[in-house]
Each structure stands twice: as structure tokens, then as C-alpha cells.
């Protein structure tokens, strides 16, 4: 059996070198991996060898209760994680350190820990008890109990409307968490959008013109919400001089046209001099 120790592991397989390395070992790999399984009963770390980044592609991943697994220095793909059995209380972690990749799938109960330091994901992470960022992006959705940002940190959430990320409980922000979303249709109308569910304060999260961030409490839940704000409201014709009895048109625009708000209402300040409708 592999030792604690940093040591490149000469068999092919990796789902045989995690079987045999030894508990706080280390795997060194020295060309991409891939695995249709890839099972922790014993805290390992996987690394690509000097500065390199080779790829790590597993379909179904497990970690055992209490045990935790950390990817450094790989470009995780297609990195599915399962309960370990049907006993699992899920309390495995695990951390990705300097890593890139997407098609990261962690469901809500399979993980307790999920940590991002210093790397750029792609996926779902779900997380038990605490999803910890530290100059991370993660390019997706996420869903943990409580949530740690500490340095910089990026969120990109997908185009689909549906997923809308989660804080259980409590938000431990160092700096706000940049959010970026693209760039809007500039003619159309920009439906707001729940991004995270969340009592945490909408000043713990920033967002690139033209957007902006609301909290809003509804009947399900506390969100915050991206929108396009109005900047102004152009009256056409700005004056106007009419006979008593005569009726004139008058328009107002909204500014910009992709604002999110299109609602408007007409009112005069002295309706016995002149009455106004329309929508």
C-alpha cells in the first residue's frame, strides 16, 4: 500500500490508485485520468504533477461518511457524486484547490463540505452544511446550508430561468460576490430574476451595469433578484396648449427600453383645469 507521502502512482487506473494508496496520500497524476468510478474510503488528494493540469473524469463519484477528498491543480470534468451508500448521512467533503472544469453534479444530500479555493467550476454544488469560496467562480448553481466568501469571488448563473441558487442559512461574506450576467437584449423588456434564495442583504452581492439587485420577501422565500432599473421618462410633447373642450395625445417613454418596470400611470395636479387616461 501507497505510504502518506507525495509519490507518482505508476498504475493506470485511478480508481486503483485511490484504492491503494494509503490514508492522507497523495496520487500525482502524470497524464489525464478518467473512471466510471471513483470511490474515497480514506482521505486522499489527487494532483497533477509539476505545474501541469490533467484532466479527472468520472461519471460517479462517492465519498464515505466523514472522509474527505481533495482535487489540486486538475481540470475536474463530468464529476458526478452519489451518496456512498443508502446509510450515507453525507457528511463526506470535498475541496477543489486551483482546479478548472464543468459538469460538476453535487446533489443537496450526498456532501456536508464543498470548498472552492482559487478555482474556476462549472456545475451544481450542493452542500450539507457549508459551500466555501476563496477566490472562486463557480459557473452554474449552488445549494448549501451556510455559505463562506472569503477574497474574490465570482458567481455566473445559468441562462435558465429555473435554476435559482440557495442559502439556508447564514452568509459569511468577506467581500461582496461579483455576479455576472450577460449582456441583455437591448430592445426587449428584461423579466427580473431570482438568483439566490437568501436572507444575507443584497449589498453582499454586486452586479455589472445595467443591472441591479433587490431583496424581496415573498409567500416561499427571501430572494435576491437582478433587474434593470428605469432612468427616466420622456412626456411627448413636453408642453402643450389646448382649447377647453379638446382633447390632445400625449406619450410617454420609458428609459431604457430593456427596463424591467414598463408599468406606468397618468395623473394631473389640478383635475379641475384638465383630466387625463390612457395606459
Same mark, same amino acid.
Given at each position: 500500500?501507497?505510504?502518506?507521502?507525495?509519490?507518482?502512482?505508476?498504475?493506470?487506473?485511478?480508481?486503483?490508485?485511490?484504492?491503494?494508496?494509503?490514508?492522507?496520500?497523495?496520487?500525482?497524476?502524470?497524464?489525464?485520468?478518467t473512471?466510471?468510478?471513483?470511490?474515497f *474510503?480514506?482521505n486522499?488528494?489527487?494532483?497533477?504533477?509539476?505545474?501541469?493540469?490533467?484532466?479527472?473524469?468520472?461519471?460517479?463519484?462517492?465519498?464515505?461518511?466523514?472522509?474527505?477528498?481533495?482535487? $489540486?491543480?486538475? *481540470?475536474?470534468?463530468? %464529476?458526478?457524486? =452519489?451518496? =456512498?451508500?443508502?446509510?450515507?448521512?453525507?457528511?463526506?467533503?470535498?475541496?477543489?484547490?486551483?482546479?478548472?472544469?464543468?459538469?460538476?453534479?453535487?446533489? *443537496?444530500?450526498?456532501?456536508?463540505?464543498v470548498?472552492?479555493?482559487?478555482?474556476?467550476?462549472?456545475?451544481?454544488?450542493?452542500?450539507?452544511?457549508?459551500?466555501?469560496?476563496?477566490?472562486?467562480?463557480?459557473?452554474?448553481?449552488?445549494?448549501?446550508k451556510?455559505?463562506?466568501?472569503?477574497?474574490?469571488?465570482?458567481?455566473?448563473?445559468?441562462?435558465?430561468?429555473?435554476?435559482?441558487?440557495?442559502? $439556508?442559512?447564514?452568509?459569511?461574506?468577506?467581500?461582496?460576490?461579483?455576479?455576472?450576467?450577460?449582456?441583455?437584449?437591448?430592445?426587449?423588456?428584461?423579466? $427580473?430574476?431570482? %438568483?439566490?434564495?437568501?436572507?444575507?442583504?443584497?449589498?453582499?452581492?454586486?452586479?455589472?451595469?445595467?443591472?441591479?439587485?433587490?431583496?424581496?420577501?415573498?409567500?416561499?422565500?427571501?430572494?435576491?433578484?437582478?433587474?434593470?432599473?428605469?432612468?427616466?421618462?420622456? %412626456?411627448?410633447?413636453?408642453?402643450?396648449?389646448?382649447?377647453?373642450?379638446?382633447?390632445?395625445? %400625449?406619450?410617454?417613454?420609458?428609459?431604457?427600453?430593456?427596463?424591467? *418596470?414598463?408599468?406606468?400611470? =397618468?395623473?394631473?395636479?389640478?383635475?379641475?383645469?384638465?383630466?387625463?387616461?390612457?395606459?
Amino acid at each position: 500500500q501507497l505510504g502518506k507521502v507525495r509519490i507518482a502512482v505508476s498504475l493506470k487506473a485511478i480508481s486503483k490508485a485511490v484504492d491503494e494508496v494509503a490514508d492522507g496520500g497523495t496520487i500525482i497524476l502524470l497524464s489525464d485520468a478518467t473512471s466510471s468510478v471513483l470511490s474515497f *474510503d480514506k482521505n486522499v488528494t489527487i494532483k497533477s504533477y509539476d505545474g501541469g493540469k490533467y484532466t479527472v473524469n468520472a461519471t460517479s463519484t462517492y465519498i464515505k461518511d466523514n472522509v474527505t477528498a481533495i482535487f $489540486e491543480s486538475v *481540470d475536474a470534468q463530468n %464529476l458526478i457524486f =452519489w451518496k =456512498w451508500d443508502n446509510d450515507s448521512r453525507g457528511s463526506g467533503n470535498v475541496v477543489f484547490k486551483n482546479c478548472t472544469g464543468s459538469g460538476i453534479e453535487i446533489a *443537496d444530500n450526498v456532501i456536508s463540505n464543498v470548498t472552492l479555493e482559487n478555482s474556476q467550476l462549472g456545475g451544481r454544488f450542493g452542500a450539507q452544511g457549508i459551500l466555501t469560496l476563496k477566490n472562486a467562480t463557480i459557473n452554474g448553481s449552488f445549494s448549501t446550508k451556510d455559505f463562506v466568501a472569503k477574497g474574490n469571488n465570482i458567481y455566473v448563473p445559468t441562462k435558465n430561468y429555473r435554476d435559482t441558487s440557495r442559502i $439556508e442559512g447564514k452568509a459569511t461574506i468577506e467581500n461582496a460576490v461579483k455576479i455576472q450576467l450577460s449582456a441583455p437584449d437591448t430592445t426587449t423588456p428584461y423579466q $427580473e430574476r431570482k %438568483l439566490i434564495e437568501t436572507t444575507a442583504d443584497a449589498s453582499n452581492f454586486t452586479v455589472s451595469s445595467p443591472y441591479q439587485l433587490k431583496k424581496q420577501t415573498e409567500y416561499n422565500g427571501t430572494y435576491i433578484y437582478a433587474f434593470i432599473p428605469v432612468t427616466s421618462v420622456t %412626456l411627448t410633447p413636453e408642453t402643450l396648449s389646448i382649447e377647453e373642450g379638446k382633447t390632445a395625445e %400625449l406619450t410617454a417613454t420609458i428609459s431604457p427600453a430593456n427596463a424591467s *418596470d414598463q408599468q406606468f400611470s =397618468w395623473n394631473v395636479k389640478d383635475t379641475e383645469i384638465a383630466s387625463v387616461y390612457g395606459y
